[in-house]
């Protein structure tokens, strides 16, 4: 038998990520099967397979990438096959199969963007992020920072080509960028961490602190209730003993 895998276990088979961190794992939620059910119900009878590229975005937006779990649940919820999703999950280079880190860079290098200096901006954000270019191919196009933060991808065109360089950072499109332009946003992207970190820690604080006035609350009205107890039973009346009949 050939060690050899077909086309589909190439196509579905996990590739980890540092950024997985960053992102849940997917999960089949109420929510998600809700969400793609009303993606499904905007195309007629018969038709529920052009429902597969709106529900890979969705998925993609929710948990950072299309992973090997998701594909066949996509299919299934679009009357498709799960070969048929892995087409276009590996057709259209904006769809990921692998993680990326919580910060997202994709460089324009089409020639109105090269020609402005963009070229010269793939190499620096490497050294910025850690990595080498040379891990950035064909194949896997994405690259990923050790510790997850960063990812870097070059992608054809952001539809900007009158003010390039041109550099999208997750969902904002920066113009005009420069090495020192990268500077700034990275340490707008590392302040808007330490935010997000230092929200959920209050927020961790909080619960903490709710569940110990929770639990005193309740300790608090067992030793009442017992009190109670105790006072009523002290209260009570005592039965006279009935005469013994002679």
């Known amino acids: ?3 050899t895998p077909n086309a589909i276990d190439a196509i579905t088979a996990p590739i980890s990520s540092p950024g997985e961190k960053f992102f849940p794992k997917f999960e089949v ?11 499904v119900a905007l195309y007629p009878e018969g038709k529920e397979q052009s429902a597969v590229l709106p529900i890979i975005h969705h998925v993609q937006e929710e948990f950072g990438y299309v992973s090997p779990e998701a594909m066949p649940w996509i299919a299934e919820m679009c009357k498709s096959t799960p070969i048929h999703v892995a087409g276009i999950v590996t057709f259209y280079p904006g769809i990921h199969r692998k993680c990326p880190g919580k910060f997202h860079f994709r460089v324009c290098r089409t020639i109105a963007c090269a020609l402005a200096g963009g070229e010269e901006l793939l190499p620096y954000i490497c050294s910025k992020m850690g990595v080498e270019p040379s891990e950035m191919t064909d194949e ?4 990923v920072s050790p510790d997850g933060l960063w990812s870097l991808e070059a992608v054809e065109c952001l539809a900007n080509c009158g003010y390039g360089p041109n550099v999208m950072v997750n969902d904002t499109l920066y113009s005009q960028v420069t090495r020192g332009k990268i ?3 990275m340490a707008a992207c590392k302040k808007e961490l330490a935010a997000e970190r230092k929200e959920a820690a209050a927020a961790k604080k909080e619960a903490a602190a709710a569940r110990r006035e929770a639990k005193a609350a309740a300790a608090a ?6 009190e109670d107890e105790s006072a009523t039973k002290k209260a009570a009346p005592k039965k006279k ?4 009949k002679k």
């Open 1 to 3: 038998m050939s060690e």
């Open 29 to 39: 939620t109420p929510e998600l099967v809700a969400k793609a059910q009303e993606l």
């Open 140 to 143: 896997e196009p994405m690259v």
């Open 183 to 185: 500077d700034e946003i």
């Open 221 to 226: 009205e067992a030793t009442e209730t017992t």
């Open 241 to 244: 003993a009935t005469p013994k």
